[in-house]
T-cell receptor, first 114, second 110 residues
Framework: DAGVIQSPRHEVTEMGQEVTLRCKPISGHNSLFWYRQTMMRGLELLIYFNNNVPIDDSGMPEDRFSAKMPNASFSTLKIQPSEPRDSAVYFC????????????FGPGTRLTVL | EDKVVQSPLSLVVHEGDTVTLNCSYEVTNFRSLLWYKQEKKAPTFLFMLTSSGIEKKSGRLSSILDKKELFSILNITATQTGDSAVYLCAPGGWTDKLIFGTGTRLQVFP
């Protein structure tokens, strides 16, 4: 079975540019989570969806960040405009919330904002 | 406010040693606690614990939960260099969210 798929794996951009990160959850999973990981702050939950509906976006740092899940197999996290302090590894994770608490992580996108 | 504290922050051992990693937590409406291993990539799932006193085992790794005292431990026996990683503890409640600790960085030298 394919795991969680994220793209791109690496992104280097300049301050002020728009960045879009993409995620395909494991087929059949109905919950999707976006995390950000930095050395200083560790692994932080940004937002999560159940059945394509955003449930909790309290971790989204500011209005420059937005996330969508238009269908069960695709989600995006957008940063506009990007800033150097957004540099981090962004992980997407998914789970089947009807049967388990175990979240399965994608390989992550390493974002560098110059 | 929910919180997770892992200790030690860092651990350096030699191959063959046994290590114990600690995780204490305070989570509203606690439901389960998960352990993950993170090498230089994404966290990978190790264990999920929901009941006190029942040890989960996988090879040289084992873990147990104490819901009364609000902590969990992860034991690794006969450590190998491949065990070098950051180990993350993540309790969760009934909201589907996991609260990740800052992790314990384990380095195993030959």
């Amino acid at each position: 079975d394919a795991g969680v798929i994220q793209s791109p794996r690496h992104e280097v951009t300049e301050m002020g540019q728009e960045v879009t990160l993409r995620c395909k959850p494991i087929s059949g999973h109905n919950s999707l989570f976006w995390y950000r990981q930095t050395m200083m702050r560790g692994l932080e939950l940004l937002i999560y969806f159940n059945n394509n509906v955003p449930i909790d976006d309290s971790g989204m740092p500011e209005d420059r960040f937005s996330a969508k899940m238009p269908n069960a197999s695709f989600s995006t996290l957008k940063i506009q405009p990007s800033e150097p302090r957004d540099s981090a590894v962004y992980f997407c994770a998914s789970k089947d919330s009807t049967s388990t608490d175990t979240q399965y992580f994608g390989p992550g996108t390493r974002l560098t904002v110059l | 406010e929910d919180k997770v504290v892992q200790s030690p922050l860092s651990l350096v051992v030699h191959e063959g040693d046994t290590v114990t990693l600690n995780c204490s937590y305070e989570v509203t409406n606690f439901r389960s606690l998960l352990w993950y291993k993170q090498e230089k990539k994404a966290p990978t799932f190790l264990f999920m614990l929901t009941s006190s006193g029942i040890e989960k085992k996988s090879g040289r790794l084992s873990s147990i939960l104490d819901k009364k005292e609000l902590f969990s431990i992860l034991n690794i026996t006969a450590t190998q260099t491949g065990d070098s990683a950051v180990y993350l503890c993540a309790p969760g409640g009934w909201t589907d969210k996991l609260i990740f600790g800052t992790g314990t960085r384990l380095q195993v030298f030959p």
